[in-house]
């Protein structure tokens, strides 16, 4: 499995963007996914998880409430909708995506994820 990153961008404190993660080469719905950010100088740091069958969520603490993480299988892709958008949430994202043979398991712990995308970079300005 390929995965591709889309949606980054620059916006303004308390507005909203949506990434995108698309998926190629594999049986997307087999895999749970991840979604990661690593702003300059710090450790990359998890957001948001997601069960193969999308009913199983996980959020940071630091983001709970404010993005949300969705699937759609048919299309072989994951979204994170970001609302409230804080400066603090200025950091390239990256998607991620690990087969456990589990409908419902999902992980924070990034050396799980055995793949992952290229990134794209959310800038937000106060």
């Known amino acids: 499995v390929t995965l591709v990153e889309s949606g980054g961008g620059s916006v303004q404190a308390g507005g909203s963007l949506r990434l995108s993660c698309s998926a190629s080469?594999?049986?997307?719905?087999?895999?749970?996914m991840g979604w990661f950010r690593q702003a300059p100088g710090k450790e990359r740091e998890f957001v948001a998880a997601?069960?193969?069958?999308?009913?199983?969520?996980q959020y940071a603490d630091s983001v709970k409430g404010r993005f949300t993480f969705s699937r759609d299988n048919a299309k072989n892709t994951v979204y994170l909708q970001m609302n409230s958008l804080k400066p603090e949430d200025t950091a390239n994202y990256y998607c991620?995506?690990?087969?456990?043979?589990?409908?419902?398991?999902?992980?924070?712990?990034?050396?799980?994820?055995?793949?992952w995308g290229q990134g794209t970079k959310v800038t937000v300005s106060s």
């Open positions: 991620a995506a690990a087969k456990w043979g589990s409908l419902s398991y999902t992980s924070p712990r990034f050396n799980e994820y055995g793949i």
């Open positions: 080469g594999g049986a997307f719905s087999g895999y749970s």
């Open positions: 997601i069960s193969q069958s999308g009913v199983d969520t």
